[in-house]
């Protein structure tokens, strides 16, 4: 009896604390998921401490700047001003608080298997620091079973009993990186307790900065909810890459069919092709849910192949690239060509996994001179060298022998590119409304109709 009234304690006093704001809310990784979570948390009224590895990071914040594109340095200038929001590589700061949010990076091993090193890291720093009646929220995409199986025995090997002395839940994140319409505050929030006290607690502390709560009905279902989403985009990418390699074949504009069907006004989802995917979460996530699969002996088809096809596509268009300079019978060897955007998506400055590195390695593995541009990225770094970016003139236009169009920034004057540059390899169909002037235009399938490739 005296437990259960302790644990009621425990969850009564946290529930009080969120609801007056008095609660002091950690975010272990400050990255574009977890800093836009801290700042959330901040403008809610709470306290925040934000905790990373990185002195860079914290540094910057502290100095009132952003290295997230999607948070204003003001507002974080203002939350540091206001003395809401703190950012510390200080442990044991994490002691002082009642709620905690974990947002590190999953990233895949050499061998293509989770790298779970950081959730282990963050889970037993948590661990070290907690106090009694803490909730600990695990936001990293994640393989189903992670939070009951890492991070819960963290947390109870202090002795705590979770529901009592400690509450655990999953809750993903739903950061899309440069979406102008959708940000942390308005994207519905999927939550998953390991006890009901767990999920009224981690619902609790959302609902105070996330319009929408999704509740679940466990952390497994919230850990597949995000593995589904996110399968669900690879797997309809690859559907339309495979469709774009189709419609090539049989002389077919697959963007033409693609935005016939997408008039449909049931039952279909557009997606486009492009020249493979990049991120940190698409290329990535399935392969958590397809590696737990596989310790239950079974195989994941449709994110292997969706892989398969995706991983495919840089060297698609490169076979474009040089299918285009055979046609002036020019070879991709000792040409010069300028790759535009670098960025995995368009509007954005993450080069991470891009499509993009693949496509200039393996221009330059066929002897190829690779420059790039891109008005978001200045300077690539690769494997301990650093590759600046060129300017995009009418000069450097004139002077390629090819123009690779792998990401579509709005921001870039593609009629320049084509008013000066002799041949473009548009892998995004950002040229099909262009005035046609000096450039021949090669697209990842045939062009629209009777058009020919000018
Ligand atoms: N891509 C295509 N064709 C498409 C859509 C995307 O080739 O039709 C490519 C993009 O160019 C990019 C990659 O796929 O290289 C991933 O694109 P994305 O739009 O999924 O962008 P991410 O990975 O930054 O963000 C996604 C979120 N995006 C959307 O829901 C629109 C969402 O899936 C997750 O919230 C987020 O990943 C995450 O963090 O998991």
């Excluded at 590589?89 to 709620?99: I, K, N, P, V």
């Excluded at 299918?323 to 991470?352: F, M, Q, T």
């Excluded at 390899?425 to 490739?453: I, M, Y």
Aim: hydrophobic share 45%.
């Amino acid at each position: 009896m005296a437990a259960d009234a302790a644990a009621g304690r425990s969850r009564q006093q946290l529930l009080a604390r969120i609801q007056d704001r008095s609660a002091i809310i950690g975010v272990i990784g400050l990255g574009y998921v977890g800093l836009p979570l801290a700042v959330e948390f901040a403008k809610a009224g709470f306290h925040v401490i934000g905790y990373d590895v990185s002195e860079r990071v914290t540094a910057l914040l502290m100095r009132g700047e952003s290295h997230i594109q999607d948070v204003p340095a003001s507002e974080i200038a203002a939350l540091v001003r206001e003395g809401l929001f703190e950012a510390t590589t200080d442990e044991a700061r994490l002691s002082e608080t009642d709620a905690i949010s974990i947002a590190v990076p999953t990233p895949l091993s050499k061998t293509r298997d989770p790298d779970m090193s950081y959730v282990i890291a963050a889970a037993e720093a948590a661990t070290r620091q907690v106090r009694r009646g803490t909730l600990v929220v695990l936001e990293s995409t994640t393989y189903p079973g992670t939070t009951r199986e890492v991070l819960l025995p963290a947390l109870t090997g202090r002795g705590y009993t979770v529901g009592e002395d400690i509450f655990v839940a999953f809750s993903p994140e739903r950061v899309d990186p440069g979406n102008p319409v959708y940000h942390t505050k308005n994207t519905p929030k999927v939550v998953g307790g390991v006890t009901p006290a767990c999920l009224e607690l981690a619902t609790a502390l959302y609902a105070t900065c996330i319009d929408q709560m999704v509740p679940v009905s466990s952390p497994e279902a919230a850990e597949l909810v995000k593995l589904l989403e996110n399968t669900f985009r690879s797997v309809n990418i690859a559907m339309v890459n495979e469709m774009a390699i189709v419609c090539d074949k049989l002389g077919v504009n697959v963007w033409e069919v693609i935005d016939a069907a997408a008039t449909k006004p049931f039952g279909f989802m557009k997606f486009t092709p492009g020249p493979g995917i990049g991120g940190h979460c698409i290329p990535l996530d399935p392969h958590y849910l397809a590696w737990k699969m596989r310790t239950l002996n079974y195989k994941t088809r449709f994110i292997d192949l969706a892989s398969e096809i995706n991983s495919q596509m840089p060297a698609y268009v490169v076979e474009k690239v040089a299918h285009a300079l055979n046609a002036e019978r020019k070879a991709v060897n000792g040409s010069r060509i300028l790759v535009l955007g670098v960025a995995y998506k368009r509007d954005i400055d993450d080069v991470r996994e891009s499509p993009a590195l693949d496509v200039i390695r393996l221009l330059e593995e066929q002897g190829a001179t690779v420059s790039f541009h891109d008005p978001y990225i200045t300077s690539v770094r690769e494997d301990g060298h650093v590759r600046k970016g060129a300017a995009l003139t009418s000069e450097t236009l004139a002077k390629t022998d090819a123009v690779v169009i792998v990401t579509d920034h709005r921001s870039v004057d593609y009629q320049m590119v084509m008013d000066h540059a002799p041949l473009i390899v548009d892998s995004r169909n950002v040229t099909a409304d262009l005035v046609r002037t000096k450039a021949r235009v090669v697209t990842l399938s045939a062009a629209r109709g009777s058009e020919t490739d000018s």
